[in-house]
């Protein structure tokens, strides 16, 4: 869309403005108190084309937390996606007390490229935020996600899985920060989520104006956020989508914003350490591991092969742990992931 469409729109937008307090506005979309809208969030053009992000608003009858769940941040995690389409068809905005941002395709460049970690810029938007207004499309992208959806939550959970290369089992990341009263908060919507891996994240920048992360603009803006995963190598599996969209609605629930089964973690088994390994090469990955598989110190991840076969380099587990993720399939470049090792336990970390 052109700019002077865009001011149109905007334009055309306050001038049909209810009182302020009334009504929740993300981009296009405006709904009063007991109203739901869909529409999208424009993203103009700029020094590439531009794209519009679809959103749907829940304005619940009574003021409460205002939950952001954001979907399809890489372009071939399509659980997230399904599953925001099914916690849309199960919100009335008449019996939710707060408000629901649900974000279902943050990145529909790349969704419809069908690409992997990267959008047409090269860049990966969850390693751009919060975004610059007159970058590239992932900046613009990231920009209008801090501006429009972020800025008006209260607490956020940005919703991903393997990418269409990734074989994946399910985990949340708990980032702690050293801030008591955001870390509990956090905790609190990992377990309320209900996957019973909790990945530690203590190493996202602290600088609100370099977040890289879409959950970490959060929380450096003193939100509570997680990032979820389920799901991967471009499926669609009924497990997959079924755990993202329980999640979501029992986060709501935990929020006291609605009557939902509670999916909540009694027992996480905390990844007190991780890493992820990557490739010295570029060349063919052939894994040797599954996700969820253990592994001692040492054990044998894979093997990166030259076009011709010749194995250039074994790849081994760093330590002992699980095996979070690993990559599926045969391509990789020099520095990308092939397998994300975890040390499980079930003792909180301190
Ligand atoms: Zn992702």
């Not at 469409?5 to 009063?32: F, H, I, K, N, Q």
């Not at 501006?147 to 959970?157: G, L, N």
Request: hydrophobic share 40%; glycine share 10%; charged share 20%.
């Amino acid at each position: 869309m052109k700019l002077v469409s865009l001011l149109l729109v905007l334009s055309a937008a306050s001038a049909a403005s209810a009182p302020a307090a009334e009504t929740l506005r993300v981009g296009e979309v405006a709904a009063a108190h007991g109203q739901q809208a869909s529409g999208y969030i424009v993203v103009p053009d700029g020094v590439d084309p531009g794209t519009r992000i679809p959103v749907s608003v829940f304005n619940g009858a009574k003021p409460g937390p205002v939950l952001a769940l954001i979907a399809g941040t890489h372009g071939s995690e399509y659980t997230s996606i399904v599953a925001l389409q099914r916690v849309r068809a199960r919100l009335d905005p008449a019996r939710l007390t707060g408000a629901v941002i649900l974000v279902h395709m943050a990145n529909p460049t790349t969704f419809y490229g069908r690409r992997i970690y990267f959008s047409p810029d090269g860049k990966n938007l969850n390693r751009v935020y919060p975004g610059q207004a007159d970058g590239t499309i992932s900046q613009r992208i990231a920009h209008a996600i801090t501006t429009q959806v972020i800025a008006p939550a209260t607490h956020v959970v940005d919703m991903h899985c393997g990418d269409g290369n990734e074989s994946l089992r399910p985990y949340s990341y708990w980032q702690v920060t050293g801030d008591s009263t955001i870390d509990a908060a956090g905790k609190r919507l990992a377990l309320a989520f209900g996957l019973d891996h909790v990945v530690i994240d203590r190493e996202r920048p602290v600088d609100p104006n370099r977040t890289l992360y879409t959950s970490n603009t959060a929380v450096r803006r003193g939100k509570p956020a997680i990032t979820v995963e389920s799901g991967g190598m471009g499926l669609t599996d009924e497990p997959s989508v079924l755990a993202q969209e329980a999640g979501a609605l029992s986060v709501m629930a935990d929020l006291g914003m609605l009557d939902a089964p509670s999916v909540k973690v009694d027992k996480p088994l905390f990844v007190d350490r991780s890493q992820v390994v990557t490739s010295p090469a570029t060349g063919i990955w052939r894994p040797a591991v599954e996700k969820m598989q253990s592994v001692a110190t040492g054990t044998l991840l894979g093997r990166v092969s030259d076009p011709f076969g010749n194995v250039l380099h074994e790849i081994r587990a760093p330590f002992a742990g699980e095996v979070l993720y690993v990559v599926g399939t045969p391509p990789v470049s020099e520095g990308e992931p092939l397998a994300f090792v975890g040390h499980v336990t079930d003792v909180e970390p301190k």
